[in-house]
Each structure stands twice: as C-alpha cells, then as structure tokens.
C-alpha cells in the first residue's frame, strides 16, 4: 500500500514498494538516483579506499580494480553485471531489501547476487541494519570476479536448498556469517580481510584486524556452524581461512553426515574457545567488557 512521506522526511527505502517479480527481483530504475545518494556513495567509498590497502586481501583490491566500480556515484547493475558475466558468468541484480531464504539460494545457485538497491539516510551513515546498495556492491560484488571465490558462493547457494529442505538452515547461515560476511584470510603478509560485512564498515575494518578484544581462530567448518554470532556489534570470534581454494575445498561436499553430527553436538557461544581449536590469537575482550559495563 503507498505511504504518503513529508518531503523534509523521506523513507529510508524508497524501493519498499517497488513493482517486484516473481523471482523479489526489480527494476534498479538507475537514472533515479539523486545527486545527494551518488554523493553519498562517493563518500563511503572514498572513506573505505583509504582504509582498506593494507587490511583488504589482494584479490578484493585486485578485483576493484577489474571491474572499475564507480567511485564517483552508485553503481549501475547492468554496467557492472557486463563487466562481471564474462570473468566468472555471474550477475548483479537488484531486490527492494531482504528475500526469502529459498529466492536468496536461487539466485546464488543461479550465479545472481542479489543486492539492495537502495542507499543508507545520510543519519545511517556509519551503521545500518538491513544490508543497503554500499555494503551489498561495495563489499560483496568484487570478489564475485574471483573464480574460486564465485564457484564457493554458487556452491553455497546449492547447499543452501538441501539445509531447508532438512531444516538446518541455523547452521548453515554461521557459515555465511563467518565466512562470506565476516571471514578473514590468512595470506603470506598477515591477516586480511575478505567479509563484505567488515569490507564496508570503517570501524570493523580496524578493529577485526587491529583490536586485541576479538578471538580469531584458524577455520573449521563444523566449529563455524556450532557457533552462534553477534549481529548489532563487532564480532567476539573472527575466523581465518588459509585461502579461498581451501574454503571451497571443505564446503564442496555432501554435508548430510556434518548435520547428522551437528545435531548431537552443542551450540557455541560466540566468545568461546572450543576444544581443538587452531587459535590466531585469543582475544582478551576488553570492549565487550567495557560496554556491558556501561551498560
């Protein structure tokens, strides 16, 4: 139903309401944009630029650069999908926010990324709930240039249709969370990023590399899907894989026997330290300390 908005107050997503399809895809209606969004964007990428040499791995850096993501304004989808479909076959198509689990699967089996067309208030600027076209383009779409990066992602969106259909999505969605949204990447110059959830936050950016708070631990993948995460703060626990050949080595499997055994096993808490663990560094927690101080 249409919601009359004041013109000083306009909605966070003007897409909310947007024709849609049968597949939640809609038109991203680029020429829409106005000048204070594309400045918006331009400033969130300047201010993740700098920060990211250095902290980023070499393949997001390198794969900026391959496919010329706009600097200067928010990214048309059907520009950056022609540039990306010949590299790895995959796409850019835009959706009014979050899809239903069983269409998000579908499109990532389908080599479709679905993004969230539109961009944060300018009051939202250093933090937003729902995933927006900054964090969606800006950190998960360069990596899709990475042909064994990609195939994980299709392959995570096969597997995404076996867990609902025997109903253990939970542990399934860890694995996106510490991997595809907060993972980091162990490369011969240190620790770097790859998570398009610390790609587009300055603040994460620092501190999943830099804090001494957090615990990273060497990848597992069945301690990763035991393992509850945070979702309105940093993260307690980051984990690091050696590459992204070796992340899609341990995932493409048949994961019936890893949920059959998850099902006798305990869920872990995002701070723990479990038995068997590869630690990086075992954090020492003194901000999750201090807010719940605070709090």
Same mark, same amino acid.
């Given at each position: 139903?249409?919601?009359?908005?004041?013109?000083?107050?306009?909605?966070?997503?003007?897409?909310?309401?947007?024709?849609?399809?049968?597949?939640?895809?809609?038109?991203?209606?680029?020429?829409?944009?106005?000048?204070?969004?594309?400045?918006?964007?331009?400033?969130?990428?300047?201010?993740?630029?700098?920060?990211?040499?250095?902290?980023?791995?070499?393949?997001?850096?390198?794969?900026?650069?391959?496919?010329?993501?706009?600097?200067?304004?928010?990214?048309?989808?059907?520009?950056?999908?022609?540039?990306? *479909?010949?590299?790895?076959?995959?796409?850019?198509?835009?959706?009014?926010? +979050?899809?239903?689990? $069983? /269409? =998000?699967? %579908?499109?990532?089996?389908?080599?479709?990324?679905? *993004?969230?067309?539109?961009?944060?208030?300018?009051?939202?600027?250093?933090? +937003?709930?729902?995933? $927006? /076209? =900054?964090? %969606?383009?800006?950190?998960?779409?360069?990596?899709? *240039?990475?042909?064994?990066?990609?195939r994980f992602l299709q392959a995570y969106g096969e597997g995404g249709r076996r867990a609902l259909a025997r109903g253990q999505l939970a542990e399934l969605a860890r694995l996106y969370w510490y991997t595809v949204e907060f993972g980091l990447v162990s490369t011969p110059a240190g620790l770097r990023i790859f998570g398009a959830g610390i790609l587009s936050s300055p603040a994460e950016s620092v501190f999943a590399l830099e804090d001494t708070s957090p615990n990273r631990i060497r990848f597992d993948l069945e301690r990763v899907m035991r393992t509850r995460y945070i979702i309105d703060d940093f993260q307690q626990s980051y984990f690091v894989v050696d590459s992204f050949q070796s992340l899609l080595d341990a995932c493409y499997q048949d994961f019936g026997p890893i949920y059959d055994r998850l099902t006798a096993q305990s869920t872990l808490e995002p701070h723990e330290i479990a038995p068997g663990d590869r630690i990086v560094a075992r954090g020492d927690f003194h901000y999750f300390r201090a807010k719940a101080n605070a709090a």
């Open positions: 139903m249409p919601t009359d908005h004041d013109a000083t107050h306009p909605p966070k997503n003007r897409y909310a309401n947007a024709p849609m399809r049968a597949d939640w895809t809609i038109d991203q209606d680029w020429s829409s944009y106005s000048a204070a969004e594309h400045d918006r964007w331009k400033r969130l990428s300047a201010r993740q630029l700098a920060l990211l040499p250095g902290r980023a791995c070499d393949d997001y850096l390198a794969a900026l650069e391959k496919l010329q993501l706009s600097q200067s304004g928010v990214p048309d989808f059907a520009e950056l999908s022609a540039r990306l *479909a010949p590299l790895t076959g995959w796409s850019v198509v835009a959706v009014a926010g +979050l899809v239903p689990d $069983d /269409v =998000f699967f %579908d499109h990532l089996a389908e080599r479709r990324f679905p *993004a969230g067309a539109f961009i944060r208030p300018e009051a939202e600027l250093d933090y +937003l709930e729902e995933p $927006d /076209v =900054f964090h %969606d383009v800006f950190g998960h779409v360069p990596l899709l *240039a990475d042909p064994i990066y990609a």
